[in-house]
């Protein structure tokens, strides 16, 4: 009861907040809905960025990782911080130069408005079906166990034809996506900012107090030092930055598919970067974003060692990796931080998915509703098709969620879905950017041919076969070198008729902040010395 009643306070606390922060803000116009009004500052950016990706499939499905993998599974928090440095430098200011609020649009600026359709509709079929889905899943799961929810329900599951832990879920995923499309559809961009930067302070907080209570239950009476030490002395091998070839990340695909994912994911992911979109000046912008890549380097602390502390605690009990983190919270956590963790957690969850509803909504409403549907619509009209299309998505995410319960590996499973549409989307991006003449036919041709081969090359027999033969990120790696090429080829064979010209549109100041540099060359640096540290070389050689 404690800890369902601190849960219900801290969670009632941060939507009052929320509420009292953005209650004059401009929701009418599609400006200030989708963008929140072009006012986002560097602490609203990063904490948003921050918490839109540090959502349960992260906490719980990157721990549950490293509770198989050890160490090694750090690569997705501080490659990450490589991306970021580069969204600062080079994609940030082109986007915001063209004034877009979607990536999409920015394609349609470059090439033409089919492949501007063509990319909205990938990205909705990849939020509809495979994100939005998995972010309700691994909040429910991460939510079953924190609060032990099945104890919560007592005989009611029997009455209901229903066991315990399936109804725990049904329930926890359908009352997670209705909060969190009441702040994406009637809050807008600016809601969705404030309520992530609040949550993430708590998750931040919540998320080092589970490795300090963890470590010291370890410890016993020897308390937080005497944790780390057995930690260290009983999963020494496991303490390696270098993936082995049975691991999930081999070192070698971390120079080929995982690198692209996280680029894809930090530069070109409508659900992530539209909070750039929404920066007052290019130099807010860069700062937030090089703010949020040091945040991302103590992200192993508690993305990664809470897994590996739940494999010395657990390891003998026969659990999913993905039950580890919910148990470890419910078991060292007393019950008033519990429920203020639990409060931390659903805000993450909403965080996360309100932050793809909304992007969905924006790429419906702005890309197919006002570009195809009915060009000549008011921004009112406009606004209210994108809340309409938004319950829609909500509820198909809600009723998908829950039959993803018998996945062996949630985030290894997003991962691989991520690839069909993270891969072409940014080789079309890269090339758009880079390039000049090359026409619209080639980023078409390289949509439709790299969703279609990299789906064959996953589900397809004989073909599923040779990708497994070559580990699925080398087979993403090779998909987007081929299709660099194809473009690249198609434009030596029928360039455009004239160079792209990029204008400025003048939505945002495009000063570039003077530190952008240097500070991107040190996290840069950072990371090369995190992972020569934390390196073992010798697994390769087994």
Not at 79 to 96: E, I, K, N, S, T
Not at 354 to 367: D, E, I, K, R
């Amino acid at each position: 009861m404690v800890t369902l009643l601190s849960f219900l306070f801290f969670t009632g606390l941060v939507g009052l907040c929320t509420w009292w922060i953005t209650r004059k803000d401009d929701h009418g116009s599609s400006t200030g809905y989708f963008l929140g009004g072009r006012s986002l500052t560097f602490p609203l950016i990063a904490g948003s960025l921050l918490l839109t990706n540090l959502s349960t499939e992260q906490m719980v499905g990157l721990n549950g990782a490293a509770f198989t993998d050890g160490l090694c599974v750090m690569v997705w928090e501080v490659v990450c911080v490589v991306a970021l440095v580069f969204m600062a430098w080079f994609f940030l200011p082109r986007f915001l130069r063209s004034g877009v609020a979607t990536v999409p649009q920015y394609l349609e600026i470059r090439f033409d408005h089919q492949t501007q359709v063509i990319t909205n509709l990938i990205f909705l079929l990849a939020y509809v079906g495979i994100l939005l889905p998995i972010i309700l899943y691994t909040g429910a799961t991460g939510m079953v166990g924190i609060l032990d929810v099945p104890s919560m329900l007592g005989s009611l599951p029997e009455s209901v034809g229903m066991e315990p832990g399936t109804l725990a879920l049904w329930l926890i995923v359908w009352a997670v996506g209705l909060i969190g499309s009441v702040y994406a559809l009637f809050g807008g961009l600016r809601t969705v900012a404030v309520s992530d930067t609040i949550n993430g302070v708590g998750l931040l907080v919540g998320g080092f107090m589970i490795t300090v209570f963890a470590l010291a239950q370890l410890g016993g009476d020897g308390g937080i030092s005497e944790g780390a030490s057995l930690l260290v002395e009983q999963q020494r091998d496991r303490f390696n930055s270098v993936g082995g070839e049975n691991s999930s990340v081999p070192f070698g695909t971390i120079f080929s598919g995982i690198f692209l994912l996280n680029l894809f994911y930090w530069t070109t992911n409508q659900q992530i970067i539209q909070r750039t979109f929404g920066a007052s000046s290019l130099a807010e912008g860069q700062k937030g974003v090089l703010l949020t890549g040091a945040l991302k380097l103590l992200g192993p602390l508690y993305l990664v060692i809470p897994g590996m502390l739940a494999y010395s605690l657990f390891a003998g009990d026969d659990i999913k990796a993905d039950q580890a983190y919910g148990m470890l919270v419910n078991k060292v956590l007393p019950a008033p931080l519990t429920g203020f963790f639990a409060a931390a957690m659903i805000g993450a969850i909403l965080s996360s998915f309100n932050s793809a509803l909304n992007s969905s909504c924006t790429l419906f409403s702005l890309g197919l509703f006002k570009n195809v549907i009915k060009k000549d619509a008011s921004e009112q009209a406009v606004v209210r098709s994108g809340k309409i299309f938004g319950w829609i998505v909500a509820v198909v995410a809600m009723s998908i969620a829950p039959l993803l319960a018998n996945t062996t590996s949630i985030f290894g499973y997003l991962q691989k879905m991520n690839g069909m549409y993270f891969i072409p989307i940014f080789a079309v991006v890269l090339v758009g950017m880079l390039t000049k003449r090359v026409p619209p036919l080639a980023a078409k041709v390289a949509l439709i041919a790299g969703f279609s081969v990299i789906a064959i090359g996953y589900f397809v027999h004989p073909f599923d076969i040779i990708v497994a033969s070559l580990h699925e990120y080398h087979f993403l790696g090779i998909v987007f070198a081929w299709l660099l090429i194809l473009m690249l080829v198609i434009g030596e064979i029928k360039p455009r008729e004239t160079e792209f010209v990029q204008e400025d549109v003048g939505a945002v100041d495009m000063t570039a902040w003077r530190f952008a540099k240097p500070v991107g060359l040190l996290l840069i640096a950072i990371v090369f010395a995190i992972y020569t540290t934390m390196a073992d070389f010798s697994v390769l050689m087994q």
